[in-house]
């Protein structure tokens, strides 16, 4: 069964990034459809899978990762407005059988991603 995963480290702090606020979106063309919400726990991830089952299929979707509601609770340095707030994360499922994990590698003027496993 396939499913969707994430989780957030925070590379400034060398910490997993936790109670960081992630929205999950469904995209079709322009068509952006909103499927829910989660908050990373403690350890930077999320208690169960984003998206699995049947509700997990075939498609392009985006993750918005609130990173600035996040940062602003770590104190950590901006100007305002802050270089990094909402960061989108587009990607397409090929195979809704697979397990997708999408992280985000974060800091206050910098991100990266990759698919993980």
């Given at each position: 069964m396939g499913r969707l995963t994430t989780h957030v480290l925070d590379t400034s702090r060398g910490r997993p990034?936790?109670?960081l606020r992630i929205e999950i979106f469904r995209l079709d063309g322009e068509a952006r459809t909103r499927l829910g919400e989660v908050t990373t726990n403690d350890d930077g991830r999320c208690d169960a899978p984003i998206l699995e089952?049947?509700?997990f299929t075939?498609?392009?979707y985006e993750l918005l990762f609130h990173a600035g509601e996040y940062l602003d609770r770590q104190?950590?340095?901006s100007d305002r407005p802050r270089f990094?707030?909402?960061i989108p994360l587009r990607f397409g499922v090929a195979?809704?059988?697979q397990h997708?994990?999408?992280p985000l590698l974060l800091s206050a003027f910098?991100?990266?991603t990759y698919r993980g496993s």
């Open positions: 990034g936790s109670e089952g049947e509700a075939t498609g392009e104190d950590a340095p990094l707030d909402r195979d809704a059988d997708y994990h999408v910098a991100y990266s």
